[in-house]
């Protein structure tokens, strides 16, 4: 479940980066910081739900 987790992320990644035209840097520093965050948030998801079932 893990690695469907981490392939689903990359490809949406992937899509976000390559539909959303990054006009300028500060545009590209703002949506990393904000993959960053999904992926910490989808990790922490997986860590808790695994720790508690």
């Given at each position: 479940i893990?690695?469907?987790f981490?392939c689903?992320?990359n ?8 539909k ?11 949506w990393?910081?904000i ?17 508690f079932?």
């Open positions: 893990f690695q469907f981490k689903s992320f490809v949406y990644s992937e899509v976000v980066t390559t959303i035209p990054h006009t300028t840097s500060y545009v590209k520093q703002k990393k910081k993959l960053v965050r999904a992926k910490i948030k989808i990790l922490l998801d997986i860590h808790l739900y695994f720790w079932d």
